[in-house]
T-cell receptor, first 112, second 105 residues
Framework: EAGVAQSPRYKIIEKRQSVAFWCNPI?????LYWYQQILGQGPKLLIQ????????DSQLPKDRFSAERLKGVDSTLKIQPAKLEDSAVYLC??????????FGSGTRLTVV | EDQVTQSPEALRLQEGESSSLNCSYT??????LFWYRQDPGKGPEFLFT???AGEEKEKERLKATLTKKESFLHITAPKPEDSATYLC??????FGQGTRLTINP
């Protein structure tokens, strides 16, 4: 079974620039999550999709972050404009009915 | 609001020295307590799910237990390859800050 695919693996941008991350979940997984993990901390949920509908985006900074899940499969997370404090690893995960999360390797974002 | 607190933040053990990691949680209606292992540069990897107080699960040198307020991850006779950050989560999506475990040979 293929895992959760994320790209790019690394990204360095200047503050105020925009950036986008892509995620392809495990085939058949209806639920997709985006997390932000700052160095030394646990993952923080940004947004949860069930198929292509948003279930939870309560911690998503909506003034600068946006996400979409087209056709209930792939997802894209965008930051515009980026701030220094957005430097983190952005993890995508998917789950089936058992709520067991399978994570991708993440995208490490550095904002300079 | 669902909350998870893990302790200690970091733990250094000698190979073979058993210990326990703690995960305290506050949640309205537990729908699962999850343990994950995270290696540097990788995403978390699933270890266990516990659903009710008194439940226990084991995998190799790891055993997870659950009470109404906390969960423990017991590690017996650890090896250097058990070095990682161990994360717990409730409701599948609220994570603690993790315990960074280092096993010295």
């Amino acid at each position: 079974e293929a895992g959760v695919a994320q790209s790019p693996r690394y990204k360095i941008i200047e503050k105020r620039q925009s950036v986008a991350f892509w995620c392809n979940p495990i085939s058949g997984h209806a639920t997709l999550y985006w997390y932000q993990q700052i160095l030394g901390q646990g993952p923080k949920l940004l947004i949860q999709f069930q198929n292509n509908g948003v279930v939870d985006d309560s911690q998503l900074p909506k003034d600068r972050f946006s996400a979409e899940r087209l056709k209930g499969v792939d997802s894209t997370l965008k930051i515009q404009p980026a701030k220094l404090e957005d430097s983190a690893v952005y993890l995508c995960a998917s789950s089936g009915e058992d709520s067991l999360l399978t994570f991708g390797s993440g995208t490490r974002l550095t904002v300079v | 609001e669902d909350q998870v607190t893990q302790s200690p933040e970091a733990l250094r053990l000698q190979e073979g020295e058993s210990s326990s990691l703690n995960c305290s949680y506050t949640v309205s209606g537990l729908r699962g307590l999850f343990w994950y292992r995270q290696d540097p540069g990788k995403g978390p990897e699933f270890l266990f799910t516990l659903y009710s107080a008194g439940e226990e699960k084991e995998k190799e040198r790891l055993k997870a237990t659950l009470t109404k307020k906390e969960s423990f991850l017991h590690i017996t006779a650890p090896k250097p390859e058990d070095s990682a950050t161990y994360l717990c989560a409730v409701q599948a999506k609220v994570f603690g800050q993790g315990t960074r475990l280092t096993i010295n040979p």
